[in-house]
């Protein structure tokens, strides 16, 4: 599972422990989302936060709006968009200075 797949597919790995959750899902070099379910509230909290990914679901997947940053991490970019987000990701800034002489 190093390639990133566009479309609906779901990869399941079993797992002994919480860290190595954490692990196997950050052996990537992408990052674009991921989505963690469980019972356990703290644990959610706490796994969600660890995985490196531009979106992470809590026992949900694909439930978003379009204020919600959306962009990834690693390989699957740096960007956002979406939101606030949008002004920057499809804008450019310049600088412009320039002196008067009279």
Known sequence: MQEEIFG???C???FG???EAVEL???T???LSAS???LDHDKLDRVM???NAGLVWGNNWLNMDQDMPF???GCSGNCRENGKYSLEFYTEVKTLSRHVFD
């Open 8 to 10: 609906p597919v779901v």
């Open 12 to 14: 399941i790995l079993p």
């Open 17 to 19: 422990t919480e860290e």
């Open 25 to 27: 899902a950050n052996d």
């Open 29 to 31: 070099d992408y990052g």
């Open 36 to 38: 963690v379910w469980t």
């Open 49 to 51: 936060r660890q995985i």
């Open 71 to 73: 962009g990834g991490m």
